[in-house]
């Protein structure tokens, strides 16, 4: 890819001191403004090429519009809700996350409340505190044994697969991106959610939220779940349906939640919060020394790479160049992550669902964007299935126009 010139960052939150010394190493100018409000920023943007932020920067559209030297939105993180990728998009600003930077802090916080869920400890803990001393009400059950369902296996999910493994639980997924194969290699039996819901004892999601999860836990769904079952959440709120988990939690078919996220943050409706089986955390998932250290650095090192033309780790806007046409109603597009057109996002999509998503560095030589039977040379950047598979299947393609 062709370098980028970044000559200034700014930086509107607090991240690891390694993302400042690495950009200003690599001849950046970074200015550091914390809890800046909307209208500062709007003010303040139009001065930078670049900007990092974490969770709590709110990047909307008008902030977007605002930057008229914007390239780059660095996120400090996994989630990237808070940035209005769209705008982004079509003023041709590259945003990009740092997905593995909170891996490790993430798995480990899921399996704390799957523990603590199994045996009541913030509960018990509270009660100690408050002088009691009462051994029965607190009674819980072993992990081993147990089922516990995965939904969303990337990295997270299979950091907590690994993990809650030794404790002797099995354990199953679904994850419409990742093959069955991969996540057997790691000790996780891929199937349908109607195939899932039955038999999970616990329940951990880890999926990213988008209108095909929202609501993904709901009322259907937790009536399919057997009865007493235990759900974590530090993914995203809103993915569990907070309303139906109430329910649910007062007629006894969901016997506990672990939660570290929600649909508003800090959350005002407390019904959730105060039900004495849901154990709450203020959003800790990447709360660690270390995640915050690897976010900031990565976020840096990211930078500096797409402006040396090195690579693109981790952009997640893109604009559409061409669809294909598989089979039925299934189509495979192919989205440039601007400005780097040998960077693609590669989508197969079924009406309403993504199938498949990749990214790739494509190379291809064509008279024009859209042309029957495009052949590709390939070379996966995160690609577990067979490159000769996927070479035949791309070679067998009739380009349409997207």
């Known amino acids: 890819m062709a370098p980028i010139s970044i000559k200034s960052v700014l930086i509107s939150e607090s991240v690891d001191p390694r993302c400042r010394a690495i950009l200003e190493e690599n001849g950046i100018r970074v200015t550091e403004k914390q809890n800046m409000k909307k209208d500062e920023l ?47 998009t079509k003023k041709g600003i590259i945003v990009m996350n740092t997905p593995s930077g909170n891996t490790i802090s993430a798995a480990e916080l899921t399996c704390a409340l799957l523990m603590s869920l199994s045996r009541n400890v913030p509960q018990a803990a509270m009660s100690m505190k408050q002088g009691n001393w009462d051994r029965k009400k607190f009674m819980g059950a072993e992990l081993f044994g147990k089922v516990l369902g995965i939904v969303g296996l990337g990295r997270i999910g299979k950091e907590v697969a690994s993990r809650m493994q030794s404790f002797g639980m099995r354990t199953i997924g679904y994850d419409p991106i990742t093959p069955p194969e991969v996540s057997a290699s790691w000790g996780v ?27 993904l836990l709901n009322d259907e769904t937790f009536a399919k779940c057997k009865k007493g079952v235990k759900v974590v959440n530090c993914a995203r709120g809103g993915i569990i349906d907070e309303a139906a988990l109430v329910r649910a939690l007062e007629s006894g078919q969901c016997g506990g939640a672990g939660l570290d996220v929600f649909v508003e943050e800090p959350p005002k409706e407390r019904s959730l919060i105060n039900h004495p089986n849901v154990i709450s955390c203020p959003h800790l998932g990447a709360s660690t020394k270390e995640a915050q250290a690897r976010c900031g650095e990565d976020i840096a090192l ?11 780790v981790g952009a997640v806007s893109s604009t559409q160049l061409f669809t294909c046409h598989l089979a039925g109603d299934m189509n495979l597009c ?23 998503s990749r990214c790739f560095i494509i190379y291809w030589t064509m008279c024009h964007s859209v042309c029957p039977n495009a052949m590709f040379s390939l070379q996966p950047n995160n690609y577990h299935r067979s490159l000769n598979d996927f070479d035949q299947l791309l070679s067998s393609l009739r380009c349409v126009n997207g």
């Open 189 to 215: 039996e891929q199937m349908s959610l109607e195939q899932l819901w039955p038999q999970c004892d616990y329940i951990t999601v880890h999926t990213p939220l988008m209108p095909s999860t929202v609501g």
């Open 42 to 88: 709007i003010a303040e943007i139009k001065d930078y090429d670049g900007l990092v932020v974490r969770s709590a920067t709110k990047v909307t559209a008008d902030i977007i519009n605002a930057a008229d030297n914007l390239k780059i939105i660095g996120r400090a993180g996994t989630g990237v809700d808070n940035v209005d990728v769209d705008a982004a």
């Open 302 to 312: 990211q930078i500096v790479d797409m402006v040396q033309g090195k690579k693109l």
């Open 334 to 356: 192919f989205h440039q992550i601007k400005p780097a057109f040998s960077a693609c996002w590669v989508f197969i999509l079924d009406p309403g669902k993504i199938l498949y």
